[in-house]
């Protein structure tokens, strides 16, 4: 059998293009997917008038599912690569800290529905409301980055990606939410929610994607060669 050959194929791929479009792909699928689930968590939930106190945990634990489901696409996108991520280990931290996240962004809406809204015009609160706002930003690319850093130099700047991504992830989300007429009944909202969910996965994507691509990195040019000539038998 030809070891060099043998070698060749089971030597980690790099983050090149056609790895990018997979990354898009399996990301923008398990964000779609997974978007869904706090979505009709929270839909479902007002639609049979449940208490608050039992609305803030569903859409919570379903947002821990978005975060597994993404979790999941983004580990199998850099299975077998340069950068390859332990599988298990980067599913579940992100699902932890989409646990975070989603427990962070509830609070407001939940404490207005208890008539307890924020009063931003005290300092403490507003200190608090901003730290809170950045742990619901930083809070997946560091549990991320606690795993990336191993396989990949300069993976500090994953932070910064994956909290640019969020944020227009999030003004996607505020732009499909305008479209959204919530009175209909569920079957009848659930292309628009499906329509936006795509698109809000597919920035996502895209962005942490792109960013991922310029992070990895490249093989060297006078390696091919080697490469190419390895021993046979």
Known sequence: MDEGATGAHRAP?????A????????????GTLGLALPAAAYIASNRIDMPVWGVYPTVALAGALQGLFVGVAQA???HRTVIAVPRAGWSLI?????????????LPS????????????SRRVLGLAVAGAAVLLFVVPIAQWLLL??????AWLWVLVVAGAILLALGAVWGVS??????????EMAPTLALG??????????????????????PRRDALPARAAGPTT
């Open 76 to 78: 199998a996108s850099l």
């Open 19 to 30: 790895r990018l479009l997979v990354w898009t792909l399996l990301v923008t699928l398990g």
């Open 13 to 17: 791929r790099p983050f090149g293009g």
């Open 197 to 218: 969910g795509g698109v809000v996965a597919l920035v996502f994507a895209l962005v942490t994607g792109f960013g991922l691509w310029m992070m990895a990195p490249r």
């Open 178 to 187: 305008q479209v959204i007429d919530t009175s209909l009944p569920l079957d």
């Open 149 to 154: 850093r191993r396989v990949l130099v300069g």
């Open 110 to 121: 939940t404490l207005a529905a208890l008539g307890e809204p924020i009063n931003l015009d």
């Open 94 to 106: 992100t699902m932890a800290g989409a646990l975070v996240a989603w427990s962070l962004g509830m």
